[in-house]
């Protein structure tokens, strides 16, 4: 049974940094192509970042571009997002994702991944 488990999250100040885990079980987490993506409810869920099972290559979203950075743990199974410059527009349920195994690319529409946590919470008060 495939597991993706988020934790992290919580209620920060807008300048604040905060780093979220996802730890994941149930499948050759080293072949996967990993991502985090975030939504507001109501809204439509938002492409963050990804990284490469390959290379460990990150990509990400213009909205996080510079304040963000996404790391990975093949030993430990773990993705990390480190959040900077925190901002109250970055308040969202943060969910990870994984795509593989041995995919090729970079993957931004969550639709095209294959398993999914079920997030953890981001507040940015301003």
């Known amino acids: 049974q495939v597991q993706l488990v988020e934790s992290g999250g919580g209620l920060v100040q807008a300048g604040d940094s905060l780093t979220l885990s996802c730890t994941v079980s149930?499948?050759?987490?080293?072949?996967?192509?990993m991502a985090w993506f975030r939504q507001v409810p109501g809204k439509e869920r938002e492409f963050v970042c990804t990284?490469?099972?390959?290379?460990?290559?990150?990509y990400y979203g213009d909205s996080v571009l510079g304040r963000f950075r996404i790391s990975r743990d093949n030993a430990k199974n773990t993705v990390y997002l480190q959040m900077n410059s925190l901002k109250p527009e970055d308040t969202a349920i943060y969910y990870c994702?994984?795509?593989?195994?041995?995919?090729?690319?970079?993957?931004?529409?969550?639709?095209?991944?294959?398993?999914w946590g079920s997030g953890t919470l981001v507040t940015v008060s301003s």
């Open positions: 149930g499948l050759d987490f080293s072949r996967y192509t």
């Open positions: 994702a994984a795509k593989g195994p041995d995919s090729r690319g970079f993957y931004t529409n969550d639709e095209r991944m294959n398993h």
């Open positions: 990284i490469r099972w390959s290379d460990n290559s990150p």
